[in-house]
């Protein structure tokens, strides 16, 4: 299956169990994850790229990342920090990997917009400007998820 925009991309995430979700969502945000480096945010992914991961497990992580996030958007500060900002995108985009999962909810689609909005904050602190090339990576590892 051809992903080539986000209507299907959207779709196909959709029709995921909340586990492929949580693993396909993983694989998103750790493309972006150097952006960060929080270890809260590492732990969590690892437990969210498991077919296995318990919700225990999923409960503690997500109290850990949540805690990663809220420390992220304190150091963005009045003055707008590019660099920080991405980091606080891919604490918010690895706290939609572990959060529980609600009726009607897309962990894997917040997680992507997460990971596209961290992207963007770092190609504007390094001057590229905002081209982002993020999305059609992401559809390329849905589609390897879904071959898989």
Known sequence: MAISNDKEFKTALAGLS?????????SFVQRVFALSG????????DAAARADVSDAELTVLSGAA??????????????????????????????????????????????????RMARTCQTVADGAGTE?????????????????
């Open 132 to 148: 982002n090339v993020e999305a059609g990576e992401q559809y390329r590892l849905l589609e390897a998820f879904l071959n898989s």
């Open 38 to 45: 929080d270890v809260r945010i590492k732990a969590a992914l």
């Open 18 to 26: 909340t586990a492929q979700q949580r693993q396909v969502a993983a």
């Open 66 to 115: 949540n805690t990663a996030r809220v420390e992220s958007f304190t150091q963005c500060g009045k003055e707008t920090d590019w660099s920080a900002q991405a980091g606080h995108f891919v604490a918010k985009a690895a706290v939609a990997c572990v959060k529980a999962a609600e009726a009607g909810s897309n962990l894997a689609w917040d997680a992507a917009m997460h990971a």
